[in-house]
């Protein structure tokens, strides 16, 4: 079952300062690639939530919050 994503303000303004610093200090395409594989890793895990693991601090909601990892960014679903 997929879920549909919800982007918050604050991860859309983490998402924003992650480009820009790449963006400056590295390159635009290196920038790009890094925002597209965190778009793409939040799909992966709306379309199976199970990959992700089971967020520890957070098992007592009822949601059940789970994450999954793309190189150093922690992405949630819940």
């Known amino acids: 079952m997929?879920?549909?994503i919800l982007w918050t303000e604050f991860a859309e303004k983490e998402l924003k300062e992650i480009f820009n610093y790449y963006?400056?200090?590295?390159?635009y395409q290196v920038a790009k690639n890094l925002i597209d594989g965190i778009y793409n890793a939040t799909l992966k895990l709306a379309a199976q939530p199970e990959i992700g693991q089971i967020e520890e601090l957070l098992i007592a909601r009822k949601e059940g919050f789970r994450y999954l990892v793309f190189k150093v960014i922690k992405l949630f679903i819940g």
């Open 2 to 4: 997929a879920l549909k």
């Open 23 to 27: 963006h400056e200090k590295a390159n």
